[in-house]
Nanobody, 121 residues
Framework: QVQLVESGGGLVQDGGSLRLSCAAS????????MGWYRQAPGEQRELVAR???????NYADFVKGRFTISRVDAKNTLYLQMNSLKPEDTAVYYC???????????????WGQGTQVTVSA
């Protein structure tokens, strides 16, 4: 069974930094695109950043220049370096990945359980 497990969330002050990690485990052939999403209370889940298997990235406008997404395929791990954090970045951050399990012919979308990021003013 394929799983995504996030870590690295927490409480940080305005202007601080955090690094989120998302590790994929289980039996699978490949990991395609991966991404980070976030959901604040009362809001819809929104894309933060995404990275393809080839390393191409795209970012939401509200994080450009502050967040950096990266991946280490040898470790099946996705990262999100978050700098210059603002109170409005407070949300649950979710990892998402398109993964082809060993018993499937097509990739499936997987989600992690989420990690809380809280930025105090």
């Amino acid at each position: 069974q394929v799983q995504l497990v996030e870590s690295g969330g927490g409480l940080v002050q305005d202007g601080g930094s955090l690094r989120l990690s998302c590790a994929a485990s289980g039996s699978f052939f490949s990991i395609n695109a991966m991404g980070w999403y976030r959901q604040a209370p009362g809001e819809q889940r929104e894309l933060v950043a995404r990275i393809t298997s080839g390393g191409s990235t795209n970012y939401a406008d509200f994080v450009k220049g502050r967040f950096t997404i990266s991946r280490v395929d040898a470790k099946n791990t996705l990262y999100l370096q978050m700098n210059s954090l603002k109170p409005e970045d407070t949300a649950v951050y979710y990892c998402n990945a398109d993964i082809r399990p060993t018993m499937m012919r097509m990739p499936l979308a997987y989600w992690g359980q989420g990690t809380q990021v809280t930025v105090s003013a």
